[in-house]
């Protein structure tokens, strides 16, 4: 199985930050990665899916980067409904999608 | 507009067994595999199981395999989740997701079920 890790777990940041999260594959996944964002009591979002396209709708303040082992997620300019918790996800074991941890981001 | 909608969870003791619904509407449900979701409270997003669009080609995680069981009705626009001894840790938010093409993760998420396993 691959298995996902995000660093940091949880992240403090202010309004107007530059905001970095990593997510690492386990073994290569060429691009077939994806970010969500969740926030509490709902469901979550696609934001970013093959590692660096952003899905119709979402802000673009939201970028991905990376390629097979490590990739990134950035907010360029935190908004105050960007505090949430934020998950990556492979593609590459399709069907078998497998999620990181998470990463809360708050204020 | 898409739309996926959770039913059928609830309070039920250890060992027993739950069946959840996810009507589907707003697009070709025939024709789009899907996935069910889960979310221990407080804890991360865990893929558990997954139906091809037809149903004949189903995946579970080793967490519940054996015990659940996914299936689908496209004549009733629903996917299922049969859900038989159930444990403490089955406790949690049951997703229906809907993924979209090209490997691109889930477009479509429903609001969640709340599964409690608790005597």
């Known amino acids: 199985d691959i298995q996902m890790t995000q660093s940091p777990s949880s992240l403090s940041a202010s309004v107007g930050d530059r905001v970095t999260i990593t997510c690492r594959a386990s073994q290569s996944i060429s691009s077939y990665l994806n970010w969500y964002q969740q926030k509490p009591g709902k469901a979550p979002n696609l934001l970013i899916y093959g590692a660096s396209s952003l899905q119709s709708g979402v802000p673009s303040r939201f970028s991905g980067s990376g390629s097979g082992t490590d990739f990134t997620l950035t907010i360029s300019s935190l908004q105050p409904e960007d505090f949430a918790t934020y998950y990556c996800q492979q593609s590459y074991s399709a069907p078998l999608y497998t999620f990181g941890q998470g990463t809360k981001l708050e204020i | 507009e898409v739309q996926l909608v959770e039913s059928g969870g609830g309070l039920v003791q250890p060992g027993g067994s739950l069946r959840l619904s996810c009507a589907a509407s707003g697009f070709d449900f025939s024709s789009y595999e899907m996935n069910w979701v889960r979310q221990a409270p407080g804890k991360g997003l865990e893929w558990i199981s997954y139906s091809s669009s037809s149903g004949i080609t189903i995946y579970y995680a080793d967490s519940v395999k054996g015990r659940f069981t996914i299936s689908r009705d496209n004549a009733k626009n629903s996917l299922y989740l049969q859900m038989n001894s159930l444990r403490a840790e089955d406790t949690a938010v049951y997703y229906c997701?809907?993924?979209?093409?090209?490997?691109?993760?889930?477009?479509?998420w429903g609001q969640g079920t709340l599964v409690t396993v608790s005597s």
């Open positions: 997701a809907r993924p979209q093409a090209g490997y691109s993760g889930y477009d479509y």
